[in-house]
């Protein structure tokens, strides 16, 4: 797996895309807005780099990060992501993303309602812990004690 999809190219999608490359990982990067708009974002990632739209990213990436937060009516592209992995960094943030009554209820967690969204899709929480910008200072390498 040598490509990553990631949808979102805010505070977190940003950061993952710079700890990818600097990893060796290819990204194709999208936001809501169209890869015109991440024309600074691409040439700061440099050539393991490319913009596409939400759907462009799913496609290309062997798996995919969801860095968008959870909407209420799912906006991510179901059947360019059917079949992969999808890693979802979102926070439940009421203030920002609304109230989720299944998410109140503790019925549902977010990112069991984004499978729901996603059923032909395995998601999996990663990096809803960390600050945006430790992605890249805070990592060590596999096998540090
Ligand atoms: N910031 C942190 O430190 C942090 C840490 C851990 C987890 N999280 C969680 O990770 C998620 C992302 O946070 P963030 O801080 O990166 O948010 P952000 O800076 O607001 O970025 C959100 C990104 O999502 C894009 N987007 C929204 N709807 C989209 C769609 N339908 N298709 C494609 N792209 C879409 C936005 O594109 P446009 O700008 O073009 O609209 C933007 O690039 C949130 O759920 C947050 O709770 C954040």
């Known amino acids: 797996m040598t490509t990553i999809g990631i949808i979102g190219a805010g505070e977190v999608g ?5 700890a990818a490359i600097s990893s060796g990982y290819d990204v194709v990067i999208a936001n809501s807005r169209g ?14 780099s490319r913009a ?9 990436g062997d798996f995919v990060v ?11 592209p179901v059947s360019e992501l059917a079949g ?7 926070n439940y943030m009421p203030w920002r993303d609304g109230r ?18 996603l059923p032909t899709s395995e998601v999996a929480k990663a ?3 960390i600050e945006a910008p430790r992605i ?10």
């Open 14 to 18: 940003s950061q993952i895309a710079r």
């Open 35 to 48: 890869p015109h708009t991440l024309a600074v974002l691409i040439d700061e990632l440099g050539p393991s």
């Open 52 to 60: 596409a739209t939400a759907a462009g990213a799913a496609a290309a």
């Open 66 to 76: 969801i860095a968008v937060p959870l909407k209420l009516v799912n906006d991510m």
């Open 84 to 90: 992969k992995i999808v890693l979802d960094t979102n």
């Open 100 to 117: 989720f009554p299944l998410v109140d209820s503790g019925e549902k967690t977010v990112h069991e309602l984004r499978q729901a969204h």
């Open 127 to 129: 990096f809803t812990h």
């Open 136 to 145: 890249t200072t805070a990592g060590l390498p596999a096998g540090t004690p």
